[in-house]
């Protein structure tokens, strides 16, 4: 059974950085793809970034947060992380981190299979 579990999240001003984590229980020898969603107020989740670490390691951004979000895994595969930085009002919402077993698709159009609770991101202005 997979467990995922954010943190990080909080508020921050227009400009500032946030690095959200996301502790993963996965089993050792298995292949996830594993990602970050997000959901702000009224409208639907969209994808942010993904990360398969077959190897080798490949990463996948949408086009509104590429040069500024950077998604990665320690060594273990233990822990996911999303660094935010140069944040603006239009990345606030709810985080996610989400996985699914892979032998190299990973893109956040797949189905995800394990969710976490998400985390809070609020950027002002």
């Known amino acids: 059974q997979v467990q995922l579990k954010e943190s990080g999240g909080g508020s921050v001003q227009a400009g500032g950085s946030l690095r959200l984590s996301c502790a993963a229980s996965?089993?050792?020898?298995?292949?996830?793809?594993m990602g970050w969603f997000r959901q702000a107020p009224g409208k639907e989740r969209e994808g942010v970034a993904t990360?398969?670490?077959?190897?080798?390691?490949?990463?996948y951004y949408i086009d509104s947060v590429k040069g500024r979000f950077t998604i990665s895994q320690d060594n273990a595969r233990n822990t996911l992380y999303l660094q935010m930085n140069s944040l603006n009002p239009e990345d606030t919402a709810v985080y996610y981190c989400?996985?699914?077993?892979?032998?190299?698709?990973?893109?956040?159009?797949?189905?995800?299979?394990?969710w976490g609770q998400g985390t809070p991101v609020t950027v002002s202005s």
């Open positions: 989400a996985a699914f077993p892979s032998t190299g698709y990973c893109h956040t159009g797949a189905v995800f299979t394990y």
């Open positions: 996965i089993p050792y020898n298995n292949n996830y793809c």
């Open positions: 990360i398969y670490s077959g190897p080798p390691t490949r990463t």
